[in-house]
């Protein structure tokens, strides 16, 4: 499999490790993720958090998939670079890969530092909306 040479750098670099394929993993991360963004579609108004959180989960399953295609795992880079690389696979623009990124760094911080800080109605519609788009991304990516 011809791997874009990105790939290939960061498995010489020790950050990412060759694979083989697990069969169904890229279809099943692709589901979760669906069901992820129809998660966060549900949640009420009042609930963001929840619903910004479903959003990322589900964003991070698209990495996943995009990895499992790719026949590669983190190994000392972790999910950072992992959702770095990906986000260009995606062709996310300029301001929506920030947005991926503060939502990235937001969950480290409540994971491993401090409660949840306030997420906005819009912080959750905007990462959806890039969830939404990500994901028939990685099928074009995973069908070539």
Do not use: W
Not at 38 to 63: I, N, S
Not at 125 to 132: C, F, G, H, K, S
């Amino acid at each position: 499999m011809a791997r874009p040479p990105e790939y290939e750098n960061l498995i010489k670099t020790k950050a990412f490790e060759e694979v083989r394929p697990t069969p169904g993993a890229i279809a099943g991360h692709l589901q979760n993720a669906r069901d992820y963004l129809a998660a966060a579609a549900q949640l009420d108004a009042k609930m963001p958090m929840q619903a910004f959180t479903m959003a990322y989960e589900g964003f991070f399953q698209v990495v996943q998939a995009v990895l499992e295609f790719h026949q590669v795992r983190t190994k000392e880079a972790g999910r950072n670079l992992a959702i770095q690389r990906v986000c260009v696979d995606l062709q996310l623009s300029a301001p929506e890969f920030q947005i991926v990124s503060r939502a990235h760094a937001r969950r480290n911080a409540t994971s491993y530092q401090s409660p949840f800080p306030p997420v906005s109605r819009a912080e959750a519609d905007a990462l959806a909306a890039i969830l939404a788009k990500a994901i028939p991304a990685a099928e074009r990516i995973a069908s070539a």
